[in-house]
């Protein structure tokens, strides 16, 4: 248990280092990748041994874990922001003012779906030029 931990700190502070390291553009936003990658690589690592490919599963939760903790409107790492600042403010939001943040949130969310999606595509062998 206390090596699975430690396995997963490791693996998020990956994820974190990764992350920055795209937003400041020192890694290429190519190397995201959506379910087209991920059935690809999963593909790949299930030949290499039922081992290899269950440390993937856990490395696509523990990334899917990851990005749903955000703190992205519409994602339960942006309810948690909500909490927060409830906490903070000792009431809630506005109505209108959750709603635009939830509709912005989504909005993010679809617009990544969809770059990454497009992103898979293009790195397929029919398109490559």
Same mark, same amino acid.
């Given at each position: ?5 430690? =396995? ?7 994820m974190?280092?990764g992350?920055g =390291? #795209?937003?400041?553009? /020192? /890694?290429s936003?190519? !190397?995201l990748? *959506?379910p087209i990658?991920i059935?690809? &690589?999963?593909? !790949?690592?299930?030949t290499?041994g039922? $081992?290899?490919f269950a &440390? %993937?599963v856990?490395?696509i939760? #523990?990334?899917l874990? %990851? #990005?749903?903790l955000l703190? @992205?409107?519409? +994602?339960d790492?942006g309810?948690l922001? %909500? &909490?927060?600042? !409830?906490?903070?403010r $000792?009431?809630p +939001? *506005? =109505?209108?003012?959750? !709603?635009?943040?939830? $509709?912005t949130?989504?909005?993010?969310v +679809?617009?990544?779906?969809? %770059?990454?999606?497009?992103?898979d595509? @293009?790195?397929l062998? #029919?398109f490559a030029?």
């Amino acid at each position: 248990a206390a090596l699975g931990a430690r =396995q997963t700190g490791d693996v998020v502070v990956m994820m974190v280092q990764g992350s920055g =390291q #795209i937003v400041t553009g /020192r /890694r290429s936003v190519e !190397e995201l990748g *959506g379910p087209i990658k991920i059935a690809k &690589y999963s593909g !790949e690592q299930l030949t290499l041994g039922w $081992r290899a490919f269950a &440390y %993937f599963v856990a490395l696509i939760s #523990i990334n899917l874990a %990851f #990005i749903n903790l955000l703190p @992205i409107p519409a +994602l339960d790492g942006g309810h948690l922001a %909500f &909490y927060a600042v !409830e906490a903070v403010r $000792r009431k809630p +939001l *506005g =109505q209108q003012s959750q !709603e635009w943040a939830f $509709r912005t949130g989504m909005a993010l969310v +679809l617009a990544l779906m969809l %770059f990454v999606t497009i992103n898979d595509l @293009i790195s397929l062998p #029919i398109f490559a030029s």
